[in-house]
């Protein structure tokens, strides 16, 4: 499976499903209903394409994505709750939407049709649920379930398709509706109030989204064509025990109502889904036990607004600290700022997080509209320098003066594309110390990209210390790489060759690098030299030893020629007349490669200058929203 189509990816199973299949290299086109509010829950990802197409104009999607698919997931179904359940003619349009689904997946070159049904199919059975259970749906949303599911499966037949159905029982994680019994009894908790419930004597079996959502991708890659699979642990416990879990972990001094509601007439006492088939398959076992899943579930819903002020303060959250260092970049400060608040807002809710921009002597506007910025939001802090101090240590400078978990410098020009910023978290959160964000292409010049590509590979050949192609210094930086940063006292730091030298675990995510959003580049031939030169002179022995064997073996040279010429001359003295054109071009080309030698040995000499001076990396005029405990010692 390359890329799979995702109808209804909003909710909590597709949302899970997403990271899923992304996770395991997998592209994913989400589908989603034109003006939905929960469509921002979709992360934006160079593996992730949304598309917007309502259920009744799926007919459109061949032409929305014309890469085609391997596997299409189903989710989409309007009328899941309340009376909408039984709204007929509503739900027998979800059959026509499923079919219309078949037909848009075989469109699209898709091999695999997977639906998603549910428990109500059964209607009220208790006992273990498997395919081979009858089937006798009470309401219209279970008969149009089951009947979506047959009328697929014949669909599917017909133009030699692979059809997996799902039964799905109780789901619960982060993004379930607010109303199911797990949620609400989380939010409840969380603001200190009383949850009422039934005894909590029936024999449930729940399931974690993320284990649902492994469920959907091992069937996508596994499943047996025409069968129909229950989603769910196999493990039925007391709903009672549920409960309790989820008290002891949201809040321990609040008293549970057990038996303030009354059972109802018809109450279903056991329901667990028979999972042989699913594990048989596709060797489905879940990664998550209740206690565990229940646990980043509350986390998740500490930080939503269903919770009051306090109880979303309450939680120790990761902060992930971004560093924007800038120079002349008034079109850019306030939309980047904007950009990363809804980002982190959006994407990234369950960390803390502040920005940091330090200002590089700018001569335009910059320095008046970071202090609007900092005025207006405690979470963002200015560094000015009392002059520009070059392109190495001003952000430089900036990351050792940051103070989060992790810190992840962003140019201000948005060539350092904001969504990738979620997918360095994820990597940092499997524990890699470093993530390098390298450069898999670039909408700037191809010129300058294919320069950049011969110096990175050469560089790569000549040096004794690891060099990483592509990488500009944007990634993310585990607190611990950057307390080491601080003890470094490199006075004129090259943070490229310092990330491959030092030896902290790390990976790399591949990005496309965007065009500048606004203003000009303040990279010239100079700068870029200097960036050259740097890591040259800092991780390479080549020049100096280039100098040695180089003036070396024209010198062999010259005692050749000289030998040649007196053997020459002493042999035919009167014919032989070498007259000075040999001797000035020879001394032209010695003289020449004793100039280049000279400068490359000037170069390392400077360097080595520079570091022994000990200066300091900049010289800050002013600094603002920032502690006085939060001035590193530099």
């Known amino acids: 499976m390359k890329r799979a189509v995702i109808t209804g990816p909003t909710g909590s199973i597709g949302l899970a499903l997403i990271n899923e299949l992304v996770s395991n290299g997998v592209e994913v086109v989400a589908v989603v209903r034109p003006g939905s509010r929960r469509a921002d829950r979709i992360k934006t990802s160079d593996m992730v394409k949304r598309v917007d197409c309502d259920l009744s104009e799926l007919n459109k999607l061949p032409e929305l994505i014309r890469e085609g698919a391997d596997v299409f997931y189903h989710f989409g179904w309007d009328g899941t709750f309340g009376n909408s359940r039984n709204n007929m003619y509503g739900q027998n349009l979800n059959v026509k939407y499923a079919l219309d689904a078949v037909e848009a997946a075989f469109a ?114 596994k499943g047996t064509d025409g069968r129909t699979y229950c989603i769910g642990s196999g493990k039925a416990r007391p709903l009672k025990e549920y409960i309790d879990i989820i008290g002891q972990n949201a809040n321990k001094n609040v008293t549970i109502g057990y038996g303030d509601i009354p059972y109802g007439p018809l109450q279903v006492m056991y329901l667990c889904a028979d999972i042989t088939a699913l594990r048989e398959d596709t060797g489905f076992e879940p990664r998550y036990s209740f206690e565990d899943g229940i646990k980043e579930t509350i986390e998740w819903c500490r930080t939503q607004n269903r919770c009051n002020k306090e109880v979303r303060m309450e939680i120790k959250m990761k902060k992930i600290s971004i560093m924007v260092p800038c120079y002349n970049e008034e079109e850019n400060v306030i939309p980047l700022s904007e950009a990363l608040i809804e980002m982190f807002a959006k994407d990234l809710p369950q960390y803390d997080y502040d920005i940091t921009f330090i200002d590089n002597d700018s001569t335009d506007t910059t320095r008046v509209k970071l202090r609007q910025l900092c005025e207006g939001n405690k979470k963002i802090k200015a560094i000015f320098n009392a002059k520009n101090f070059g392109q190495f240590n001003s952000p430089y400078y900036g990351i050792i003066n940051t103070d989060g978990d992790c810190t992840i410098p962003v140019c201000a020009d948005f060539q350092d594309p904001i969504d990738v910023i979620p997918r360095l978290v994820a990597e940092w959160e499997k524990g890699y110390k470093i993530v390098c964000a390298v450069k898999s292409s670039s909408k700037e010049s191809k010129i300058m990209y294919f320069l950049r590509t011969c110096y990175y590979k050469l560089i790569k050949k000549m040096s004794s210390v690891e060099q990483i192609e592509h990488f500009t210094g944007f990634g993310l930086y585990d607190k611990s790489f950057v307390q080491v940063m601080r003890d470094l006292k490199d006075p004129i730091p090259f943070l490229r060759g310092v990330v491959g030298e030092l030896g902290f675990k790390r990976t790399e995510i591949e990005y496309t690098q965007a065009q500048r959003r606004a203003g000009k580049t303040h990279n010239n031939f100079f700068t870029l030299y200097d960036a050259a030169m740097l890591s040259f002179t800092s991780y390479t022995k080549l020049g ?91």
């Not at 399931?207 to 991708?217: E, F, G, I, T, V």
């Not at 032989?576 to 000037?602: D, K, R």
Request: with cysteine; proline share 3%.
């Open 108 to 221: 699209l070159g898709c091999d695999t049709f997977i639906g998603a049904g549910s428990q109500a199919e059964y209607g009220r059975y208790e006992g273990s649920l498997n395919e081979s259970v009858p089937a006798f749906p009470e309401n219209g949303y279970g008969i149009a379930k089951l009947c979506a599911g047959q009328m697929t499966r014949i669909a599917c037949k017909q133009k030699g398709m692979r059809h997996i159905w799902t039964r799905i029982l109780s789901i619960y994680g982060p993004y379930d509706g607010e109303n199911t019994m797990v949620m609400s009894t989380i939010y409840k908790l969380l603001n200190s109030e009383k949850p009422s419930c039934t005894k909590g004597e029936q024999m449930w079996d729940f399931l974690y989204s993320k284990d649902a959502a492994l469920a959907m991708r091992l069937l996508g890659e």
């Open 544 to 634: 100096l030893r280039l100098a040695t064997f180089v003036g070396g073996f024209f010198g062999l040279v010259s005692i050749i020629v000289g030998i040649v010429y007196l053997v020459l001359k002493l042999v035919y003295w009167n014919r032989f007349t070498a007259g000075m054109v040999p001797l000035i071009l020879l001394v032209s080309i010695l003289g020449s490669l004793q100039l280049i030698f000279i400068g490359l040995m000037g170069e390392y000499i400077l360097s080595m200058n520079q570091r022994l001076m000990n200066r300091p990396l900049v010289v800050e005029e002013e600094r603002l929203n920032f502690d006085d405990a939060d001035k590193s010692d530099k």
